[in-house]
């Protein structure tokens, strides 16, 4: 099976439709999948559900896609430095669903393992358990959380193989790889595709199997979401 793709648009061609749910993997802007977000913006699909940590910053990452009002809901956690993010849900333009990170989480990572629901002490006793089962455990209260699954999941890796044997970076692990075994397809962009043989078995942190499609990115900014230095003695 040809799993290799010249770019992102034929990465993610045959594969988009309006009202999908999309999970995108990242921590900030750190490890997110630059090239696939741009070409999503591109395609022009809409109405999308995003399972995302957080939704990039007004010009860049996902919130490239939230000026041109093709998301219609976010699943996320973090989402403080958008301010078109901010604007939107406020107007009732934008669905919103908060999560605290470590459910958001866990609840990817349920939904990739095959696991329909679990029960954590966080949220209880907060707006966050408002409608949900609650359950007691050993003399403590916990709220039931649902897995979460997408359509599709795109994500970024440092190095991957011609099988999709993918291998992320520092930062750039957090959500790519629970969001890779998450989706019913997987297309991952790489800064480097190597030949089979060449990662090490003990190296991999998503196993090809997860993952359907896989291109090397044309470019990567990386840009900082908030730098701080120390000042000069």
């Known amino acids: ?15 988009l439709f309006d009202g999908m749910t999309i999970m995108a993997g990242g921590f900030g802007l750190c490890g997110i999948p630059e090239n696939l977000i741009l070409a999503l913006r591109d395609s022009g699909v809409k109405d999308i559900t995003v399972i995302s940590n957080n939704c990039g910053v007004d010009d860049f ?32 333009e934008l669905e919103v669903e908060f999560n605290p990170q470590g459910t958001l989480a866990e609840r990817i990572r349920a939904g990739g393992g095959g696991i ?24 403590e209260m916990y709220v039931m959380e649902t897995a979460l699954h997408a359509d599709l999941s795109i ?5 991957g193989d011609r099988s999709g044997n993918l291998l992320y970076r520092e930062t750039a ?20 595709i190597v ?25 990567y900014e990386k840009r900082i979401e908030r730098r701080t230095t120390r000042p000069k003695a």
Request: with cysteine; proline share 4%; aromatic share 10%.
């Open 173 to 192: 692990r957090n959500f790519n790889p629970m969001m890779a075994t998450a989706g019913a397809i997987c297309v991952a962009e790489v800064e480097e």
């Open 155 to 159: 994500v970024k890796a440092w190095k």
């Open 195 to 219: 030949e089979l043989g060449e990662l090490s078995p003990e190296q991999i942190h998503t196993p090809g199997v997860f993952v359907q499609r896989i291109l090397q990115g044309a470019t």
């Open 1 to 15: 099976m040809q799993k290799v793709y010249p770019r992102a648009s034929s990465a993610l061609e045959g594969l």
């Open 116 to 139: 329909p629901a679990f029960y954590t002490k966080t949220g209880y006793g907060t707006l966050v358990a408002e409608g949900k089962e609650t359950r007691e455990f050993g003399g």
């Open 61 to 92: 990452g996902l919130g490239l896609m939230l000026q041109t009002r093709q998301i219609k809901k976010m699943v996320s956690s973090y989402v403080g430095e958008n301010s078109e993010f901010e604007r939107q849900f406020l107007s009732g």
